[in-house]
């Protein structure tokens, strides 16, 4: 029943989303055929992956409605393995935010703010909003990659402005939540092995990833409740460690409306998906079938943009996007799903950023 309330709590939420939750928009981005063709030649370590679009018994899924029984499979068999929830949410209420620090740049207030993101445990984040308000405004969460600086790094205080989406984006007119990964105790210190260690501790039969998924799910149902968001309009984007979490973020939460990971490692022998503060050793036990591009399909029908540059994500990530197509043409002739691979590395390169910009203003 505690697993049941706790998923149905941000279902309840997205009530009705699954069939209206692509925001209706004139125009797609002008290079979406592109991102939806396979390369000209796969590599050879790309992987065979398992039908998504066959039910129980061997049948063929032709339909949204006959799709359903077996996304709700897909759902419950990835909510069993990430075990069990460090604590249960009401996304009706959620933690109040305590600022700690406050400055204005370039139109922008940039508040670090605390918040208990479980009963007892306090932790940080930074959020931006632009000056300057009228209406209500798109909010996205945005998860910073695998650095010291942790929250300092979207809210542009960090080495790597390229990074800095929460800054940008605020400076764009959205209002932008950039919670802290558990693995870092502080603002500037990871301690991934040692909080990982303390947390499967304290919750038995959990894995990393369920502890990164209900973070995150706690930071939507802030950003959704904060005055000038529009709680329809809500995205997610991150790089590195910040694309896995979007990845989880978006397969199981519906009131995410468009999404960008990047070169996360959407396969899960593509990058440490097998480290503890992910989903630890299990996945590299003989007979471990399963792969991400389920997850991929529980996304469908909502926007969602893969980015690799050949290191964590690229052309061998081909299948993934193969395997969910016909999940997202289910829902009809729009399909705002693909790969998009700039070939330079584990990095967000100026044309990236740029893609990444042209995917939220589209569909958020």
């Known amino acids: 029943m505690q697993r049941r309330e706790f998923f149905g ?15 209706a928009a004139e125009k797609d981005v002008p290079w979406l055929k592109e991102i939806q063709q396979r390369p000209e030649k796969l590599p050879t370590n790309a992987p065979t992956l398992s ?8 049948k063929r899924i032709e339909t949204v409605e006959a799709w359903k029984p077996r996304r709700a499979e897909i759902l419950a068999w990835w909510t069993k393995f990430l075990g069990k929830m460090p604590a249960e949410r009401n996304p009706a209420k959620p933690p109040a935010l305590k600022v700690l620090e406050e400055d204005k740049i370039d139109g922008v207030i940039r508040q670090r703010v605390e918040y208990e993101v479980e009963p007892g445990l306090k932790t940080e984040a930074y959020l931006c909003r632009p000056e300057k308000l009228t209406g209500q405004a798109p909010g ?18 960090g080495p790597d402005p390229q990074k800095a989406f929460g800054l940008k984006f605020a400076k764009q007119g959205r209002i932008v939540l950039s919670p802290r990964c558990f693995a870092w105790p502080t603002n500037d210190k990871l ?5 990982t260690a303390k947390y499967l501790a304290r919750v038995p039969n959990s894995l990393g990833m369920a502890k990164m998924l209900y973070d995150s799910l706690v930071a939507v149902d802030i950003l959704a409740q904060l005055d000038g968001v529009d709680p329809q309009r809500l995205g997610a984007v991150g790089h590195s460690l910040g694309a896995k979490e979007v990845l989880y973020l978006a397969a199981f939460d519906e009131r995410i409306k468009a999404t960008v990971s990047s070169e996360g490692g959407i396969g899960v022998r593509f990058s440490n998906w097998n480290a503890p503060w992910y989903l630890g050793p299990a996945i590299d036990e003989p007979g471990f079938a399963r792969d991400q591009h389920e997850l991929l399909a529980l996304c469908a029908p909502r926007p969602f943009l893969l980015i690799g540059g050949e290191s964590a994500d690229g052309d061998r990530g081909w299948p993934f996007i193969a395997a969910a197509l016909p999940v997202y043409r289910l829902y009809g002739p729009r399909v705002t799903f693909g790969q998009w691979n700039h070939r330079q590395g584990h990095a967000v390169p100026p044309i990236a950023e740029e893609r990444i910009e042209e995917w939220f203003a589209i569909y958020l």
């Open 51 to 58: 039908d998504l679009l066959v039910d129980a018994a061997g």
């Open 140 to 157: 996205v969460v945005c998860f910073h990659s695998t650095v010291d600086h942790s929250i300092r790094q979207p809210a542009g205080l």
């Open 9 to 23: 709590a941000t279902a309840a939420v997205a009530a009705a989303c699954l069939t209206s939750n692509v925001r």
């Open 191 to 195: 301690q991934a092995k040692e909080e």
